[in-house]
T-cell receptor, first 109, second 115 residues
Framework: GQQLNQSPQSMFIQEGEDVSMNCTSS?????WLWYKQEPGEGPVLLIA?????ELTSNGRLTAQFGITRKDSFLNISASIPSDVGIYFC?????????FGQGTRLTINP | ETGVTQSPTHLIKTRGQQVTLRCSSQ?????VSWYQQALGQGPQFIFQ???????GRGNFPPRFSGLQFPNYSSELNVNALELDDSALYLC??????????????FGSGTRLTVV
């Protein structure tokens, strides 16, 4: 099925470091979403982006909607242990969300 | 405001059997979508239900079918189970306004294992 290209696939960082991950698509999306998924849970929405070029923050998280509407990135500043999980980007189509493969974040205390 | 609830949480079935998964949507939402998430992958869209009818379908065979009820809850049925159907099945409810869906909220999923 259709998927977005998300990178990196995994990250191993020290607590306190900043994190950056990105997502690209061959198709245009008018809305980009970033989710976090923890073991045994469904994805939880972190940030929604509705306008090309938009830069949006949610606490230590910052995401940008690419100007071409075909890419987005998510930054996490000053990582803490509870940031561990899998982060997914998703483009919102008419009836569905198209997800990336996820970035697994592991933090060494 | 209640969130999205799914049942059961875990299920083990034998190849060839049939399974029904259930989902209660979030209060105020009118649309339910189902996604299949294989291990190590992102969720893949199966189909969406709106006004008790299928309103969009992904690349899944007809043995994947669904229902939506007047209270907006939904069922996912899978017939003739195959080993590759083993996955986490996620339900997401949303509010459909015009052509767009807003406020996608996911349940915790049903982990299906086919042996």
């Amino acid at each position: 099925g259709q998927q977005l290209n998300q990178s990196p696939q995994s990250m191993f960082i020290q607590e306190g470091e900043d994190v950056s991950m990105n997502c690209t698509s061959s198709s245009i999306f008018n809305t980009w979403l970033w989710y976090k998924q923890e073991p045994g849970e469904g994805p939880v929405l972190l940030i929604a982006l509705y306008k090309a070029g938009e830069l949006t923050s949610n606490g230590r998280l910052t995401a940008q909607f690419g100007i071409t509407r075909k890419d987005s990135f998510l930054n996490i500043s000053a990582s803490i242990p509870s940031d561990v999980g899998i982060y997914f980007c998703a483009g919102r189509g008419a009836q569905k969300l198209v997800f990336g493969q996820g970035t697994r974040l592991t933090i060494n205390p | 405001e209640t969130g999205v609830t799914q049942s059961p949480t875990h299920l083990i079935k034998t190849r060839g059997q049939q399974v029904t998964l259930r989902c209660s949507s979030q209060s105020g939402h009118n649309t339910v979508s189902w996604y299949q998430q294989a291990l190590g992958q992102g969720p893949q869209f199966i189909f969406q239900y709106y006004r008790e009818e299928e309103n969009g379908r992904g690349n899944f065979p007809p043995r994947f079918s669904g229902l939506q009820f007047p209270n907006y809850s939904s069922e996912l049925n899978v017939n003739a189970l195959e080993l590759d159907d083993s996955a986490l099945y996620l339900c997401a409810s949303s509010l459909k306004v015009g052509a767009a869906n807003y406020g996608y909220t996911f349940g915790s999923g049903t982990r299906l294992t086919v042996v």
